[in-house]
């Protein structure tokens, strides 16, 4: 059996509404029930992720009629990254990293200290993070179907 690291359904479908209400008009709101519809999610699971969102200010929503949802702030300035940590909260790959920023979490390893693989699961840490800083939602809701280049790692 393989094992992979694996994105949340939480995660994924923060995503695609996200990246979904990027492309309409910021002066439009839609509401959560068409956002839903268009990205083929359940109702119940988005409304609890577009709250979370909106807790964090990504998303602004508005009551009643003629209300719905719309990106808070300019596509170009809300990351893969922000929307992942805002639904989830702090990205680690491995339990013994702190809070997504590489240092060492001795409380959760015993034997972090000493531990030989810890440079490599800081630098995949250090990578992956890269790269869901630099993809914007701007760039992943443009017509031609996300135009995010990635990082060259060297």
Known sequence: MQHVLQISR??????????????????ELIPFREVARRIEVPEDFLAKILKTLADAGLVQSQRGSGGGYALAKPAGDISFLDVIEAVEGPVKVNVCLQDGDGAPDHDACSVAPSCTMLSVWREGQERMLEVYRKATLAELASPRGGGHKLPTLA
């Not at 939480?10 to 002066?27: C, N, S, V, W």
Request: cysteine-free.
């Open 10 to 27: 939480k995660i994924d479908y923060g995503l695609r509404a996200m990246i979904f209400l990027a492309g309409r008009p910021t002066d």
